[in-house]
């Protein structure tokens, strides 16, 4: 117990300091800009993204049989976490006309192709698992 | 079915998927990832600082390249880790606080403030991070630098804090099977699409995928299967750039026939040296990477003028901090200190050639500093001056 207090006094320490560097290095007009990001990204994890889930698990389990569902799940995880990672590469929102070494891939062709593939791992895994007498587990 | 228009509560969840066995597992190896980022970001910081209290080594060149490509490749993989670890403790977010009893509405009350700014500045972090690397900057006010630096901090703190709150729990889940069910909450018992394991194995994937699919911009042997990486790493002269000389606007300066490079030594002007001068004098060739804090780099071909070489020609003492000024008119990198330790390595060039050519514009003609194991962003291009200090 005496450890843990210790541990967890180092990081509201720790935390407390970043605070403080946060405070001090930048002008009230920029911290308001700051918790907006902060309370933004909160808000399209927590009740955008994690409803959007919960509606599309509901939807699979009634639409999907189930031999499907397992290897729908780990597309959706693999090929949904790479989206998301991806955004400001898909989007070449920083893009600049004077570079062309930067944002210089085919990022939405490669993204509808990863797509494409995902989706047909998905058809032959779950036609593959669904012929099999009995599911595995 | 009627709808329910109540809230969610904890038992409105009923995967055991969504549990502390699967939540410590994959948070372990987001904690590690964190751990990665912010030891690898404060190396940056450090390197870019004007001086050093400990000097910053020159050695290994490719230092900074593997620590930056570290920091944004791990950074990467975290965001499917932190995903699937805030999608395993969502009904946790809906848990009533014990409002009949004051002392833990209080320790509940600060555990969830805790929470609450963990979770924000991981967020923060990785899509401010991730947006800077593809040179994004969606917001108006604030230094990305500055910021992001700071609420390193709060992130690892709460962290930190975090880790000690769930100790014995993490403990606890990670010493047992996968699949046992001391931790759980009561109504998590339906079973999900895929077993726990297969979760834990799944979200490890996503991870590898999402690195492998855009590391390609620092790990060469990457860039064909990195196919949704910032950059191919093509460029003029085999290297990519970061900033344009329309972009510094020195086009007209940087090309100009009267372009000079002043050497000035204790405040006084020694002299100066045209393009040809520099061209004249003994030329050496090396290899080293120009890593961008961006988490990109590149292997270059340099040939130029060594510049401890060229101050010693100007008498210029060879123990002190060189300031390196550009033709930009603009910008918090148009001057540069070059710490001694980095000035007196007989790597350190001022660059007139790339891969065997002239640099172009691009790459900072009429000539660039060079130096090894040093953030990008400080090897000034289309240089004019160095001042050598007292």
């Known amino acids: 117990m005496r450890a843990r207090l210790a541990i967890g006094a180092v990081g509201v320490v720790v935390a407390l300091y970043g605070a403080l560097l946060f405070l001090t290095r930048q002008d009230p007009g920029q911290w308001l800009e700051v918790a907006i990001w902060f309370a933004a990204g909160v808000v399209a994890h927590d009740v955008l993204l994690s409803a959007l889930l919960i509606g599309l698990c509901l939807v699979g389990a009634r639409l999907l049989p189930a031999a499907w569902r397992a290897p729908a799940t780990v597309a959706l995880v693999v090929w949904g976490t790479l989206t998301i990672a991806t955004i400001p590469m898909l989007t070449r929102a920083g893009a600049r006309a004077d570079n062309a070494t930067l944002l210089d891939r085919p990022y939405a062709a490669t993204w509808w192709t990863i797509s494409a593939i995902v989706v047909l791992l998905v058809a032959v895994s779950g036609f593959l698992r669904s012929r099999r007498p009995r599911a595995q587990e | ?390």
Not at chain 2, 24 to 31: H, I, K, S
């Open chain 2, 1 to 390: 079915m009627t709808p329910r228009l109540a809230p969610p509560t904890p038992d409105s969840f009923t995967s055991r998927l969504r549990s502390p066995a699967v939540a410590a597992r994959v948070g372990l190896w987001l904690g590690i990832s964190f751990g990665i980022c912010f030891l690898t970001g404060l190396v940056s910081h450090y390197a870019q600082l004007p001086s050093h209290p400990i000097p910053f080594p020159t050695s290994p060149s490719w230092g900074y390249r593997f620590t930056q490509g570290l920091h944004v490749t791990t950074g990467i993989a975290a965001i499917p880790l932190l995903l699937v670890k805030l999608w395993s403790v969502l009904p946790k977010l809906f848990e009533a606080p014990p409002l009949h009893d004051a002392r833990k509405l209080l320790l509940t009350v600060l555990e969830r403030a805790s929470i609450a700014v963990l979770v924000a500045s991981a967020i923060f972090q990785l899509a401010t991070g991730v947006a800077n690397a593809a040179q994004w900057y969606p917001w108006s006010s604030f230094s990305f630098r500055t910021t992001h630096y700071a609420i390193a901090w709060v992130a690892i703190g709460a962290l930190v804090l975090h880790i000690a709150v769930k100790l014995p729990i993490i403990r606890d889940v990670l010493t047992s099977d996968i699949d046992d069910t001391t931790h759980d909450r009561e109504t998590a018992t339906t079973p999900g699409p895929l077993s726990r394991r297969a979760l834990v194995r799944t979200t490890f994937a996503a991870a590898a995928v999402a690195t492998l699919a855009t590391a390609g911009s620092t790990v060469t042997w990457l860039r064909q299967v990195s196919v949704l990486a910032v950059r191919t790493g093509e460029g003029p002269q085999g290297v990519p750039i970061n900033k344009s000389a329309r972009a510094a606007r020195v086009e007209e300066s940087a090309s100009s026939p009267d372009w000079r490079l002043e050497v000035v030594v204790d405040g006084t002007v020694a002299g100066s040296v045209s393009y040809d001068d520099l061209r004249a004098m003994q030329q050496h060739t090396v290899d080293l990477p120009i890593a961008c804090v961006e988490g990109w780099s590149a292997q270059g071909t340099w040939s130029g003028v060594r510049l401890a070489d060229l101050l010693a020609s100007f008498d210029a003492p060879a123990d002190r901090d060189v300031s390196v000024t550009s033709l930009q008119e603009s910008g918090p990198f148009r001057r540069t200190i070059l710490p001694a330790n980095f000035a007196a390595d007989e790597r350190t060039l001022l660059a007139l050639d790339l891969s065997g050519e002239p640099l172009s514009l691009d790459h900072g003609y009429p000539c660039r500093l060079i130096a090894p194991n040093r953030p990008g962003v400080l090897q000034t291009k289309w240089v004019s001056r160095l001042e050598v200090s007292a």
